[in-house]
């Protein structure tokens, strides 16, 4: 498989790209994307079997379960980052391993039932949260030691937003090729 399938396989919808100017319209399409993520997922892995659920989404990639379960752990990050930035002066968050997450037992686990609950719940109050967050507040930051960099929680919207519709993507993606890839 050449380099540039694998790279379309790895990003089906592209790298986040941060626009230029971000409006008020554009935050809150991403906090719709971000609403409604859940019933996405439910609704592409409703009636998956155990062996598609073990689908890759590409070669040497996770597993269509394990994003699901990765999409639970990586958010209720992202509402303490949101949460720390409005509450702190410039916090420093904690990166985690997202790879090692991955093959603890919570993220191989065949049943989805209990993350697609967590994620159900998870995106309404982060959608709550982020719905309710001032213009003045979206200028906040979190400071991200792995990248070296300041985050504001403008951008960070749009990052979860496009976290959301890539692992959606993901997760269509193995369903379409059911796991098997040619080289």
Same mark, same amino acid.
């Given at each position: 498989?050449?380099?540039?399938?694998?790279?379309?396989?790895?990003?089906?919808?592209?790298?986040?790209?941060?626009?230029?100017i971000?409006?008020?319209?554009? =935050?809150?399409?991403w !906090?719709? %994307?971000?609403?409604?993520?859940?019933?996405?997922?439910? /609704?592409?892995?409703?009636? @998956?079997?155990?062996?598609?659920?073990?689908?890759?989404?590409?070669?040497?990639?996770?597993?269509?379960?394990?994003?699901?379960?990765?999409?639970?752990?990586?958010?209720?990050?992202?509402?303490?980052?949101?949460?720390?930035?409005?509450?702190?002066?410039?916090?420093?968050?904690?990166?985690?391993?997202?790879?090692?997450?991955?093959?603890?037992?919570?993220? =191989?686990?065949?049943? !989805?039932? %209990?993350?697609?609950?967590?994620?159900?719940?998870?995106? /309404?109050?982060?959608?709550? @949260?982020?719905?309710?967050?001032?213009?003045?507040?979206?200028?906040?930051?979190?400071?991200?030691?792995?990248?070296?960099?300041?985050?504001?929680l403008?951008?960070?919207?749009?990052?979860?937003?496009?976290?959301?519709n890539h692992?959606?993507?993901?997760?269509?993606?193995?369903?379409?090729?059911?796991?098997?890839?040619?080289?």
């Open positions: 498989m050449t380099e540039e399938a694998l790279y379309k396989l790895r990003f089906p919808i592209g790298e986040f790209q941060k626009p230029e971000i409006t008020p319209e554009t =935050i809150k399409l !906090i719709q %994307d971000i609403e409604q993520f859940p019933q996405a997922v439910e /609704a592409v892995t409703k009636g @998956l079997t155990t062996e598609e659920l073990n689908w890759q989404y590409r070669p040497d990639g996770w597993t269509i379960k394990q994003v699901v379960h990765h999409c639970a752990d990586s958010h209720m990050n992202s509402i303490i980052r949101f949460k720390l930035a409005l509450t702190e002066e410039s916090p420093t968050i904690r990166p985690y391993y997202e790879e090692r997450w991955a093959t603890l037992i919570d993220s =191989i686990d065949d049943n !989805i039932n %209990d993350t697609l609950n967590l994620l159900n719940g998870l995106h /309404a109050k982060l959608g709550k @949260l982020l719905s309710h967050i001032s213009t003045k507040e979206l200028s906040r930051v979190f400071v991200h030691p792995e990248h070296g960099r300041r985050f504001q403008d951008e960070t919207i749009g990052m979860y937003a496009w976290h959301s692992h959606l993507a993901h997760i269509k993606q193995a369903i379409a090729y059911k796991g098997r890839f040619s080289s």
